[in-house]
């Protein structure tokens, strides 16, 4: 399901790989972020991770970037993620599922950016946005 225009979106591992391969519409992203106080911009701990086990050095680009917030992993949010995984979600995908769902905070939960959108598919109720 995908949302018109999302207001919190969800930087997957894959986002965050094209977004240090300097992938022009990710990067046009970030600078529409620092224009747009109602853009809000997350990279789950988890996902950062994987990218970076893939591509050592980003962690220092993304963490040099104030627009993209870091979603720590937290002790509900550990209790959340494990089941997931227990359940058959990859462990590079877990913390995006769990951050996209709705909460308090994000009532029309919020929207995953991705490289490889058919990683989501099996998720009801979790918006997904192709990187193009």
């Known amino acids: 399901m995908n949302r018109p225009d999302p207001q919190a979106l969800v930087l997957d591992s894959t986002a965050l790989l094209a977004l240090g391969a300097s992938n022009r519409w990710l990067s046009g992203l970030i600078s529409k ?5 109602a853009l809000h911009l997350f990279a789950p ?13 980003l962690a220092d680009h993304i963490g040099g970037l104030d627009d993209i917030d870091i979603l720590d992993l937290t002790y509900s949010g550990a209790s959340v993620i494990g089941t997931l995984i227990a359940d058959g979600t990859d462990w590079r995908h877990a913390q995006a599922v769990a951050a996209a769902r709705p909460t308090l905070e994000w009532p029309d939960g919020r929207t995953i950016v991705t490289t490889a959108p058919q990683a989501y598919s099996a998720y009801k109720g979790v918006s997904v946005l192709p990187v193009p």
């Not at 972020?33 to 106080?37: A, L, N, Y």
């Open 33 to 37: 972020r620092t224009k747009q106080e």
């Open 45 to 57: 701990a988890l996902c950062l991770t994987a990218a970076v086990a893939q591509r050592p050095l």
